[in-house]
């Protein structure tokens, strides 16, 4: 940009400066839902409480079944995004 479209743009600033904040704050977001590791992590859970006992058979199957549903949309997402 030149020195002329910045002072003529300069009362914009802040709606880029928020745009550009509000950007970064999705980003963190979807960085945070799609990470696999907490969901590895709950599954690592499920299996040592239905080994402790703590749940039965069908409980262990039903959440195990969510979480790797989960693990699938969050590689088909990663997918979509990798060059």
Known sequence: MGLITQILTLPLAPVRGTVWVLERVVE????????????????????RALLAGE??????DRREDELLDRLDEIRAHTQRRAP
């Not at 963190?28 to 299996?47: F, I, M, Q, S, W």
């Not at 749940?55 to 262990?60: M, P, W």
């Open 55 to 60: 749940i039965d058979e069908e409980t262990f």
């Open 28 to 47: 963190t977001a979807e960085d945070e839902y799609y990470d696999p590791a907490p969901v590895e992590n709950d599954l690592a859970e499920l299996e």
